[in-house]
């Protein structure tokens, strides 16, 4: 054969093969599609999306993403790598030029479609949410609701940019600072609140006039991808938005994320451990950070506490999300003359939980996101034991398909158990007693984590003097749910480096700039 045929018989065999690997997907993409049930297909994306296209892997490597409730495959993601993460923020670079250019109005506008788009396709979106996270469906709309209220809100801020006017103590000197947005903005986002998480950090950088690179988790992608799509329908430009989804390179792929020069924003949630290594790898270029990382959050309820309120805010703060939240309850210390009726009432609530699959209109709880989380949840519940805690219900894992931890309440936790000290992330209650206000104080602060803190009182001045002592960025006095689109969230000390304050968060993607102007040397008189 000579080699010019064997060249064409080769480059035929080639295309022959790209031909039945590019039809077998497609097939395979269409059985996703179907299982997922969608009213609007199209929000269902198994690709990355970098510089206005929806693309895969250079390399051609997948990662398969699966249904935590029947721990079966839902479809793939790219898995790509620091050749594709360079792409994105190449792109990204680009589009800010134009992008940040535009009027605030113009932005404003391009929010406000997006906004509205998550609330026509609220029913998809839930159901992907549900499908990836397990989280029950009226979570997952609940989520939605949430995640496009910071859309509204930064539409609104997109518009409200103000620069100064400041006297000078120099007669025909005019001071003028005005704002700038700083640039591309590395997002990364977990697994818990895969649409709200996003939300918040692309809407305070799309208002500012900033472009992103999203990193969004690999267990819990396709939330991000549907997203973009409805952004990209809302009018947000090819360049302004792109996604990178990656698993065995995230290591790379993070440090190129906060080390690339044309990255000016680094804004991550996740672990604490994580938070420090991105935090250092920005510091080196004194790029702008917004770390929002782990909590250990105190629940105190005081003997002057209405205890079925006390109970109802447990409910919400602890077993929202099956206790995977940032902001859940993770101690609960219970003054000793009302311990015995709060236990036994939270109790009896927890009882009556059902966990399940969250398609299942019927089901309150669904399952942990992975095999590790189950692991973590039940060394805590066994050390707990250990060490002289009582098992009031629940304790073990759910038998069967699907990652499932039984709601569990454990009382007389002594305070140096280790689901005092380690966030769990997991459905369990922990009760310890407490007798004087100055000996929880003391509990509730021995921590390196200052996330959030709650607590039940009726003395007002009780509720001034704990509220002001607690160590946390946030705090829910009478109520077990603390977080809105108006009000700032963010941690103290390891809990998070200037972490979303909503109002301020987009001044964190703003630049200012100081100008000196001499009105009379234009000839301009004064």
């Known amino acids: 054969m000579s080699s010019l045929s064997f060249r064409l018989a080769t480059t035929t065999t080639s295309n022959k093969s790209r031909f039945l690997i590019s039809h077998a997907f497609a097939a395979y993409r269409m059985a996703s599609t179907a299982a997922f049930g969608l009213k609007e297909p199209s929000l269902l994306k198994m690709q990355g999306y970098i510089d206005g296209k929806w693309v895969d892997a250079i390399e051609g490597g997948k990662i398969k993403v699966i249904n935590p409730a029947t721990e079966e495959e839902l479809g793939t993601v790219p898995e790509m790598g620091l050749a594709e993460t360079k792409q994105a923020i190449d792109a990204a670079s680009r589009a800010f030029k134009t992008w940040s250019k535009t009027t605030a109005k113009h932005r404003h506008d391009i929010l406000m479609r997006f906004y509205r788009l998550m609330q026509e396709y609220q029913d998809d979106l839930a159901r992907i949410n549900t499908l990836e996270n397990g989280k029950p469906l009226f979570e997952a709309k609940s989520e939605n609701a949430y995640a496009s209220s910071f859309l509204e809100w930064f539409a609104e801020e997109a518009i409200r940019t103000y620069g100064e006017v400041i006297p000078s103590p120099f007669s025909g000197l005019r001071n003028v600072v005005i704002k700038q947005p700083v640039g591309v903005v590395s997002i990364m986002t977990p697994w ?6 996003i939300t918040r950090k692309l809407g305070a950088a799309l208002a500012a006039g900033c472009t992103a690179v999203i990193k969004p ?4 992608p396709f939330s991000a991808l549907a997203l973009t799509e409805l952004a990209l329908r809302a009018g947000v430009p090819p360049g302004v938005i792109n996604v990178v989804t990656t698993h065995t390179n995230i290591s790379a792929v993070g440090k190129e994320m906060c080390e690339n020069e044309a990255v000016r924003k680094v804004t991550f949630t996740g672990s604490t451990a994580v938070g420090e290594m991105l935090y250092g790898y920005a510091a080196a270029g004194m790029k702008k950070v917004s770390i929002e990382a782990g909590g250990n959050a105190p629940f105190i309820v005081f003997d002057d506490a209405d205890i079925d309120a006390a109970v109802e805010g447990a409910i919400s703060c602890k077993f929202r999300q099956s206790g995977q939240t940032c902001v859940c309850a993770n101690r609960f210390y219970v003054q000793s003359s009302v311990y015995a009726d709060f236990a036994s009432r939270l109790a009896e609530r927890v009882a009556a939980f059902k966990v399940g699959n969250g398609l299942d209109s019927d089901v309150t709880h669904g399952p942990l996101i992975h095999e590790r989380a189950i692991q973590k949840v039940q060394r805590h519940v066994d050390d707990a034991l250990k060490r002289g805690a009582q098992l009031m219900m629940g304790g073990s894992r759910i038998e069967g398909k699907g990652t499932f931890f039984q709601p569990t309440v454990l009382s007389e936790v002594p305070p140096d158990a280790l689901i005092n000290s380690e966030e769990t992330f997991g ?6 007693r407490f007798e004087t206000e100055e000996q929880v104080m003391k509990w509730a602060n021995n921590t ?3 996330l959030a803190s709650y607590f039940y ?3 007002v001045g009780r509720v001034w003097r704990v509220a002001e002592a607690l160590e946390a960025g946030m705090v829910g006095t009478n109520t077990g ?3 809105q689109a108006v009000i700032p969230f963010g941690g103290v000390k390891e809990s998070g480096v200037a972490a ?5 968060s987009r001044a964190s993607l703003l630049t200012t700039i100081a100008e000196w102007h001499l009105p009379g040397a234009l000839g301009i008189r004064t």
């Not at 988790?217 to 819990?220: I, K, V």
């Open 192 to 197: 818990n609140f895969p649409s709200a998480m």
């Open 448 to 450: 390196p984590m200052g």
């Open 457 to 459: 009182s009726r003395d």
């Open 427 to 432: 459905p369990i209650a922990s009760l310890t």
């Open 217 to 220: 988790p690999s267990e819990t």
């Open 500 to 504: 979303a304050l909503l109002q301020n």
């Open 481 to 483: 749910v603390i977080s």
